[in-house]
């Protein structure tokens, strides 16, 4: 009588690898590039993020678009967009566009759209990385 070979053990790998992380959809990153005749000018070129939405089951590569017209510049026409280095301070930077309304003194009501810079709030971090081995907690099933 031949023995049955015992049913083989499932294993799962307490780890798993991540190609890229994800960054938030407002980080819209600015690629530095060197002025055309020039060698040490540099200019900061808008690039694009790819955006992948988790658990889609065929997912496709869609690059994240600027939502207002402060980036949008060029980007219809398919033309770059740069920004001079030294606009940009190492605190970063905050563009802010909001309505503004007022009142003459005769009664009449103005209301425009206003642009307003002003410095940032220190060095920021998108959280992005690249090629990381992440552990699995034990319940978890290993993602394809």
Same mark, same amino acid.
Do not use: C
């Given at each position: ?7 083989? &053990?499932?294993? &799962?790998?307490? @780890? ?44 496709? @590569? ?67 990385? @690249? ?14």
């Amino acid at each position: 009588m031949a023995a049955t070979p015992p049913a083989p &053990k499932e294993w &799962k790998a307490p @780890f798993r690898y991540n190609i890229m992380t994800t960054v938030p959809e407002n980080w819209l990153p600015f690629v530095p590039e060197h002025v055309a005749g020039s060698r040490r000018q540099i200019q900061l070129r808008r690039a694009a993020m790819p955006r992948y939405l988790e658990n889609d089951p065929a997912p496709s @590569f869609e690059r994240v678009r600027p939502r207002t017209a402060l980036l949008r510049e060029g980007l219809d026409a398919g033309k770059p967009y740069y920004i001079h280095e030294q606009e940009v301070p190492r605190a970063g930077a905050q563009v802010l566009q909001s309505f503004q309304r007022t009142r003459w003194n005769d009664g009449r009501v103005f209301t425009w759209l206003a642009v307003k810079k002003r410095i940032g709030r220190g060095e920021g971090h998108s959280g992005l990385a @690249f090629d990381q081995i992440v552990p699995v907690p034990p319940n978890d099933t290993p993602q394809g």
